[in-house]
């Protein structure tokens, strides 16, 4: 990554500027560093208290499916049961929840210590190369910058791994946007384009037998493809636009 990319963004202005957070909201600064983590902990335990260890482990393993393969994507594999229905597979209801929720801890400490984290040991290095993804689609798109606002919502509404909480984070530092209205920003953009997915599921159940195992199984592996195409054709992208 060239100097040019990431001179918008200096880890040494953005550190300073988390410490002068630190000072002044002490208690805001703390909430939404480690309430993320406390909060999720204690609702993994609830639903294995009440929901029991099967659902939380479905649920689990599609935490992970979301996080490194599918994305928002995992929201169309839901069957085509309701929220109650906690003994067969996981509904698209419950997959919007969960990526909501991933999304929602996931912006709250981002948008609010992406100074902080800019620092840390390998973590530190994975978040600042996200910059190039926020030039990019900047470059490509140079409206968002001008709608600032409505160009994050859109951003972080796209399903990529270069979007969504993580990378709209960036994005928002990008558009020198506060920490409150970028967080606002990856919420609002996160109910759409999670949205878009959940609705989208639900027209499928309606022509489609989802819990039949050559849908179910078939079409994970259709969404799968999908994912890895439009994230390869992504990355072909970004990969031209650094050369320059």
Known sequence: MTGGITD???VDELHASE???RRQFPVLWASTLFGPMVLTLLAVGFLW???GGEFTRRLLISTVLSLYLLGRFVILNGSDGQLGDIDGALSSEHLFLLVMWLDVMTALVLAFHIGFLFRLPFVGSRIAALVTDGHFILDAHPWMRRATFLGLTAFVAFPLTATGAVGG???GRL???????TFV???LGSIAGNGVMYVFSESMARWLDKDHPVIKYGGFILIAMLAIILEHRYRTLRRQFESK
Do not use: H, N
């Open 8 to 10: 918008p963004i200096r």
């Open 185 to 187: 920003g990856i919420l």
């Open 19 to 21: 410490g002068e957070f």
């Open 175 to 181: 558009l020198g946007m506060s920490r409150r209205a």
């Open 49 to 51: 208290l009440f929901a």
């Open 169 to 171: 984070s960036i994005f």
